[in-house]
């Protein structure tokens, strides 16, 4: 007998503009005979002003990787499920799901939602829309989020036909998922941004459907895409064609692209934000001590690792040793204290407490300079570097960013003190910066991760394989196949121990310098309701109004 499961669904928008969310100035008072009726007073204005910070990389929700895209991807796509208030996943396109008796093969029905231009959303969207992520042509950069489903990575790697994938349309209205293994948080998958449909019939006429605001724009979520000025501003109004547009509180939101932390702030304590810091900019560092004194600042936890990247093929840090001795040589504890100071705990480990309670302790001692220069030493004989000068120079890089800038001076610093080493600091702005960390042109370069869905596998499986989200060039057997063994053992306390003995491997190897486990972090108008920060960061302006 099928398990069905069924959510209920309540959903709402957000929106913004350039114009003030304060309520219209009153006229002179009138007597007492003459005052208006309560319900004569003016409205708030329902426009959000928030700031996306940087150029979205990509408005297509198949290929985007970055937070700046899928902050926007959030507010105008909506996926089979969508992640509630209770960071739970809900119905959303799909109205029912049934699940078979050995949770391999889900059955979605879907309801009768529309594209913003009217058309119906069908299965075959669905459809067409994973079957372009595993195109390996396509260069989808997420393509391993679909390796649940059944054959998947073998269709991706060229291995199986496409027409062997564990997806069937039944009709516009079914449609059917095997998965390789039970996956208990499938339900979850299916709200991040990969698995969105995608309008098939524009897509396939018009491959750039998605690079600028216009009538190709289609999307399906609670707002639609009215005007994109690249690298100044998206604006995003409301959805009369979303299914529950009743919902939708919102008529506009406005998202600049500032991306100084000061301009932002300065902005919204001048009124032209509606907030400032989370879900895809931060607060300053010198203004959270006041900001928490006014009783202003939000911090949330959230499932997020704030690190720095090993380009592994690039010397010295192809040697292990010298990973190790640059990871062990940094004092986190002085970083979060002094610097960032937004209740971050220090980090010698990749999957954050919320996941992994044990992980508050981590997997290696912090500040440990002994051992770094221990280890520094022996990599140096390894290589054959007879003293520091003869090793390549160093370069540190990092998105141009005053809170980066502070980090990476802070470390510049403490690798000179501790390891006797010359390192030159260089930054970029964001899309530049990340597109040569992805061609791999860096040394040793900031990045970090904020989880797309609540496991711990999510943080390790982007270290499986090269390629993909995994920028280090990194790889090892045994790691990939703890990470397979893990997908077929049913028993979570079995499943969790798997994992962590994957993550010993991975941190002894060090791809990745590990520095502290992030919150969200924000502040935002006291008129502003109902935005919903989610334990994995993002935001969600669908529930949000002004009051």
């Known amino acids: 007998m099928a398990l069905s499961v069924g959510f209920a669904t309540v959903l709402s928008a957000c929106s913004q503009s350039a114009t003030s969310n304060q309520q219209t100035q009153p006229a002179p008072q009138p007597s007492a005979e003459t005052s208006p009726a309560p319900e004569q007073a003016a409205k708030p204005a329902?426009?959000?002003?928030?700031?996306?910070?940087?150029?979205?990389?990509?408005?297509?929700?198949?290929?985007?990787?970055?937070?700046?895209?899928?902050?926007?991807?959030?507010?105008?796509?909506?996926?089979?499920?969508?992640?509630?208030?209770e960071d739970k996943p809900e119905n959303a396109i799909a109205q029912d799901i049934k699940v078979s008796d050995d949770l391999t093969t889900y059955t979605f029905t879907l309801r009768d939602a529309k594209w913003s231009n009217g058309d119906p959303v069908t299965a075959n969207d669905f459809d067409y829309a994973w079957r372009w992520v595993l195109n390996s042509k396509n260069g989808s950069e997420y393509a391993y989020m679909l390796y649940y489903i059944k054959n998947a990575e073998k269709v991706f790697k060229g291995e199986l036909p496409?027409?062997?994938?564990?997806?069937?349309?039944?009709?516009?209205?079914?449609?059917?998922?095997?998965?390789?293994?039970?996956?208990?948080?499938?339900?979850?998958?299916?709200?991040?941004?990969?698995?969105?449909p995608v309008h098939s019939k524009t897509a396939k006429a018009n491959p750039d459907w998605y690079k600028n605001a216009g009538a190709d724009f289609i999307s399906d979520g609670p707002f639609k895409l009215a005007d994109w000025k690249h690298k100044d501003k998206i604006v995003l109004e409301k959805n009369e064609n979303y299914w529950d547009a009743q919902s939708v509180k919102l008529d506009k939101i406005e998202l600049n692209m500032i991306n100084d932390t000061n301009t932002e702030l300065s902005m919204f304590e001048g009124g032209e934000l509606d907030m400032a810091g989370a879900p895809v900019?931060?607060?300053?560092?010198?203004?959270?001590?006041?900001?928490?004194?006014?009783?202003?600042?939000?911090?949330?936890?959230?499932?997020?690792?704030?690190?720095?990247?090993?380009?592994?093929?690039?010397?010295?840090?192809?040697?292990?040793?010298?990973r190790q001795a640059f990871a062990y040589a940094i004092d986190r504890k002085s970083i979060v204290q002094n610097i960032t100071q937004g209740g971050e705990l220090p980090a010698t480990a990749i999957v954050p407490p919320t996941m992994f309670p044990e992980n508050e302790q981590g997997l290696f001692k912090d500040n440990d300079v002994e051992t770094a220069k221990k280890l520094l030493a022996e990599g140096m004989k390894?290589?054959?570097?007879?003293?520091?000068?003869?090793?390549?120079?160093?370069?540190?890089?990092?998105?141009?960013?005053?809170?980066?800038?502070k980090i990476a001076q802070a470390v510049q610093d403490m690798w000179s003190k501790n390891l006797g080493v010359s390192v030159k600091l260089e930054n970029q702005e964001w899309n530049v910066y990340y597109d040569a960390i992805r061609q791999g042109n860096y040394q040793v370069a900031r990045m970090g991760w904020t989880g797309d869905f609540n496991d711990p596998i999510n943080f390790l499986e982007i270290f499986k394989t090269k390629g993909g989200n995994n920028h280090t060039n990194w790889e090892n057997k045994q790691y990939m196949d703890l990470l397979n063994k893990s997908a077929t053992v049913q028993d979570p306390a079995q499943r969790k121990a798997v994992l962590q003995d994957a993550e010993k491997i991975f941190i002894d190897d060090m791809p990745v310098l590990p520095f502290y486990f992030r919150g969200s972090i924000y502040t935002q108008s006291e008129k502003l309701k109902d935005v919903v920060i989610s334990g994995m960061g993002n935001a969600q302006y669908k529930w949000a109004y002004f009051e």
Do not use: C
Request: glycine share 2%; proline share 6%.
């Open 162 to 196: 496409a027409d062997q994938l564990g997806v069937k349309v039944i009709d516009d209205k079914t449609l059917e998922v095997k998965l390789e293994n039970p996956t208990p948080f499938f339900l979850e998958l299916t709200a991040f941004s990969t698995y969105y």
């Open 46 to 85: 329902q426009v959000l002003r928030a700031n996306n910070f940087s150029e979205p990389t990509n408005l297509n929700p198949n290929a985007a990787t970055d937070i700046y895209s899928n902050n926007v991807l959030l507010q105008v796509f909506e996926g089979l499920t969508r992640i509630n208030k």
């Open 382 to 405: 390894e290589e054959g570097y007879a003293s520091i000068d003869k090793m390549p120079a160093i370069t540190l890089s990092y998105n141009t960013d005053d809170a980066q800038a």
């Open 281 to 322: 900019s931060s607060i300053p560092f010198d203004a959270m001590t006041a900001l928490k004194d006014k009783g202003v600042l939000h911090i949330k936890p959230k499932a997020a690792t704030y690190w720095y990247e090993f380009n592994v093929d690039k010397k010295p840090f192809n040697n292990k040793k010298i």
